[in-house]
């Protein structure tokens, strides 16, 4: 049998292991992990797993949300430019579209 061992720490020999295990009979440091038992220490604790911040899910789903948006809109010009014919005189051209330019881009989507 091979044991794993990582970078940062090493293994126990099965002495070790055993002798640890012997220990925590003894000592039964489990009766003493109950979690919080004040209010104050409950309201902190239910706290602990909150996503907050720039990796919050309704913060991702927005950002989501703006990049299909973008995507969308790029390939939306480029359909535009190119059924338009308009010269490429400079990276992004301004686009002054009547109604009936809008009406038939929309059906071409």
Same mark, same amino acid.
């Not at 809008?102 to 059906?107: E, K, M, S, V």
């Given at each position: 049998?091979?044991?794993?061992?990582?970078? $940062?720490?090493?293994?126990?020999?099965p002495?070790?292991?055993?002798?640890?295990?012997?220990?925590?009979?003894?000592?039964?440091?489990?009766?003493?992990?109950?979690?919080?038992?004040? /209010?104050?220490?409950?309201?902190?604790?239910? /706290?602990?797993?909150?996503?907050?911040?720039?990796r919050?899910?309704? $913060?991702?789903?927005?950002?989501?949300?703006l990049?299909?948006? %973008?995507r969308?809109?790029?390939?939306?010009?480029? %359909?535009?430019?190119s059924?338009?014919?308009?010269?490429?005189?400079?990276?992004?051209?301004?686009?002054?579209l009547?109604?009936?330019?809008i009406?038939? $881009?929309?059906?071409?989507?």
């Amino acid at each position: 049998m091979t044991i794993k061992t990582t970078p $940062y720490r090493r293994p126990w020999s099965p002495q070790k292991r055993a002798r640890m295990a012997k220990l925590a009979k003894i000592h039964r440091p489990w009766r003493f992990s109950t979690g919080p038992r004040t /209010q104050k220490g409950k309201a902190a604790s239910c /706290q602990n797993a909150y996503k907050h911040g720039l990796r919050s899910a309704r $913060y991702i789903a927005a950002y989501r949300a703006l990049i299909h948006h %973008l995507r969308v809109q790029r390939a939306r010009h480029a %359909l535009m430019t190119s059924a338009l014919n308009l010269p490429k005189t400079h990276k992004n051209p301004p686009i002054t579209l009547g109604f009936d330019e809008i009406a038939l $881009y929309n059906r071409r989507l």
